[in-house]
């Protein structure tokens, strides 16, 4: 293939969404949220309950009346056949749609990986050379996102998604996390062990919403997790965030976001 033809397919894969919804997004409002997994949602005269995965506080986008799209799942085995996808925020000069799926760090990390994208999510080309991928690989005792592993070593990493911005910086957790300062730990003990070893630790947080400019720990949301962040970050954990472009036709890889300034006082040493 000629490098015209490489330009022309490269614009191409990033033109169509990495995500699809095969049956289609169901447009509702929230009713309200309960029992952590469900939402109740009405469309028109409609009220019905659906399922949601995340387990933080979406905070600002649980709202009644707040519009919502639903995926509707075939599967005659679900007790709830719809699961929450987005929900719509209000803004100023308009509004957007905002990635509230858990899920969906991780399939976009996969579909990255298989569409031969993984270096637009590390910002590093030489991360081309990975050329297998395993899924939810059990580690320590539990289970990290993914394992990577080719040419260029093994790559353990973790994926977190993130819903919450201030004043146009992307922040996690949205809750305290007691998991993900867990996650943190072992992602930190891979990469002191790693070392010279060909092993690598990588946290992707995927931002599922187009306002945040960067990317940081919510050190007022939880004080310890972004205290780790940083440990992390000083341990070579590597701290990849980027945007997904969500809406109703689909999900898009987008844009690396920088970290912001750490805080003087959790300077390394």
């Not at 990290?144 to 070593?153: H, N, V, Y």
């Not at 945040?212 to 701290?239: E, K, T």
């Amino acid at each position: 293939m000629d490098n015209a033809k490489k330009v022309n397919s490269r614009a191409k894969a990033a033109a169509s969404p990495l995500i699809v919804f095969p049956g289609g997004l169901r447009l509702a409002r929230l009713v309200r949220r309960h029992k952590r997994f469900l939402v109740d949602v009405r469309d028109g005269s409609d009220i019905f309950t659906a399922h949601t995965n995340n387990t933080g506080s979406m905070l600002g986008l649980a709202r009644p009346d707040t519009p919502v799209l639903l995926s509707v799942s075939d599967n005659p085995a679900r007790r709830l056949a719809h699961t929450l996808e987005m929900a719509r925020l209000d803004a100023f000069g308009g509004g957007f749609w905002v990635g509230v799926n858990t899920l969906v760090p991780n399939r976009l990390l996969g579909a990255a990986f298989a569409a031969g994208r993984l270096p637009e999510i590390s910002g590093d080309p030489a991360d081309a050379a990975y050329d297998r991928i395993r899924p939810e690989p059990a580690f320590a005792r539990g289970r990290l996102d993914a394992r990577l592993t080719g040419p260029a070593g093994t790559l353990l990493v973790e994926t977190k998604n993130v819903t919450l911005v201030e004043d146009e910086v992307a922040l996690f957790p949205d809750a305290p996390t007691e998991r993900g300062r867990k996650h943190l730990e072992e992602l930190v003990r891979v990469a002191r062990e790693g070392r010279g070893n060909g092993v690598r630790a990588a946290c992707v947080f995927v931002v599922q919403r187009p306002d945040g400019r960067c990317f940081g720990p919510a050190d007022v949301i939880d004080s310890d997790y972004a205290a780790l962040f940083w440990r992390a970050v000083d341990a070579g954990v590597l701290m990849w965030p980027v945007r997904a472009d969500v809406g109703p036709d689909g999900i898009w890889l987008g844009a690396r976001l920088p970290l912001v300034r750490r805080p003087d006082g959790l300077r390394s040493g």
